[in-house]
C-alpha cells in the first residue's frame, strides 16, 4: 500500500506539474498514461480491499450476526471507501502531535443484549 500511496503521489504531482506547464515539461500522451496510471492504482487499491472484505466475510460468516444478509453485500463494497479514509489520517498522523482522550462509557450492555439486538 505504502508503494501505492507513494506512486499517485508521484503521478498527482506530475499532472498538475505537467498541466501547469502547457506541454513544456509533459505532453499529452505523458499525462493520458499519468492519469491511466492514477485510475488504475486506485483502483487495484478499491479491488485488494474488497477481495480482502470479501475472504474475511467468507471465513469469518458463522460470527458475522447481521439481521439484513443484503447489508453484508453492501458492506463489501462500501469497506475500500472506509479503509480510503485512513490514509489522510495516517499521513495526518505522521507529521501532528495527536494527544490520546479515553472516551467515557455511559451504558453497559451484556453479550446476550447484542445477541438480542442483531436479530
Not at 63 to 69: D, W
Request: hydrophobic share 55%.
Amino acid at each position: 500500500m505504502l508503494l501505492s500511496l507513494i506512486s499517485m503521489l508521484a503521478n498527482a504531482t506530475f499532472l498538475i506539474v505537467g498541466g501547469l506547464s502547457h506541454g513544456f515539461l509533459a505532453t499529452e500522451v505523458e499525462m493520458q498514461a499519468c492519469a491511466a496510471s492514477l485510475i488504475m492504482t486506485f483502483a487495484m487499491m478499491y479491488q485488494t480491499f474488497f477481495i480482502l472484505a470479501l475472504l474475511t466475510t467468507i471465513f469469518e460468516y458463522k460470527h458475522i450476526h447481521c439481521a439484513q444478509k443484503w447489508r453484508l453485500v453492501t458492506n463489501l463494497f462500501t469497506f475500500p471507501i472506509f479503509m480510503f479514509s485512513y490514509i489522510p489520517i495516517t499521513v495526518a498522523a505522521l507529521f501532528l502531535k495527536v494527544d490520546w482522550v479515553p472516551t467515557q462509557h455511559a451504558v453497559n450492555v451484556t453479550l446476550d443484549e447484542v445477541m438480542q439486538g442483531a436479530k
